[in-house]
């Protein structure tokens, strides 16, 4: 069974379109992530929900927008997408056990964006 | 802010071992983590060590804290092709229960035959 699945594998679309990502997990887990993954494989965080609420929002653009409709699914929305947007975008879990303690993240597959 | 730094490549020869290494800049980090990614997958969570530990062994993997320096390591006996991956540092930022993590930018480990 996977844990956390990331729909579509792969995204190719134009510039100026808005498109999203879908994740779902069936862990259990009360917390879920965000993160893109450039070219050079750098790896950064975007967003994280807990218990329906944003927690982080790093300085992302607002043309991203994570929608969470329920605690297995954190679905990410991009609007008006950039050449700059390219990238491989991962869903992460973890169950939150409180700021400092082992924080396990369980990773999607992760979607390649490719935007033209 | 949290900073973790690492070198971006490493070559080591079939049944070698590998050592990488890992600075971080939060000294309040009580949990430190590495992640490895094989081409075209997602990470997956390899080995941690909690913040009063100096050292942990788990079969060939050996992570080594120092925490008075700010430096992680990760040592892996008698590496295998199959150990070629990128292997990332991290630890969890600053800001609430809900951490996300600060990743290093990844260090490349190659392996000769």
């Known amino acids: 069974d996977t844990a956390v699945s990331q729909t579509p594998k792969y995204l190719v679309t134009q510039m100026g379109n808005d498109k999203s990502i879908k994740c779902e997990q069936n862990?259990?887990?009360?917390?879920m992530y965000w993160y893109k993954q450039d070219s050079k494989k750098f790896l950064k965080i975007m967003f994280s929900y807990n218990n329906k609420e944003l927690i982080i929002n790093e300085t992302v653009p607002n043309r991203f927008s994570p929608k969470s409709p329920d605690k297995a699914h954190l679905n990410l929305h991009i609007n008006s997408l950039e050449l700059g947007d390219s990238a491989v975008y991962f869903c992460?879990?973890?169950?939150?056990?409180?700021?400092?303690?082992?924080?396990?993240?369980?990773f999607g597959p992760g979607t390649r964006l490719t935007v033209l | 802010g949290e900073d973790v730094e690492q070198s971006l490549f490493l070559s080591v020869r079939e049944g070698d071992s590998s050592v990488i290494n890992c600075t971080y800049t939060d000294s309040s980090s009580t949990y430190l983590y590495w992640y490895k990614q094989e081409p075209g997958a997602g990470l997956q969570l390899l080995t941690y060590i909690f913040s009063n530990m100096d050292m942990k062994q788990d079969q060939r993997l050996t992570v080594l804290l120092n925490k008075k320096d700010k430096h992680l390591s990760l040592r892996i006996a008698d590496t295998q092709t199959g150990d070629s991956a990128i292997y990332f540092c991290?630890?969890?930022?600053?800001?609430?229960?809900?951490?996300?993590?600060?990743f290093g930018k990844g260090t490349h480990l190659i392996i000769q035959p």
């Open positions: 991290a630890e969890a930022s600053s800001g609430g229960g809900a951490d996300g993590l600060t």
């Open positions: 992460a879990s973890s169950q939150d056990r409180g700021h400092g303690s082992y924080n396990e993240q369980f």
């Open positions: 862990l259990g887990h009360d917390t």
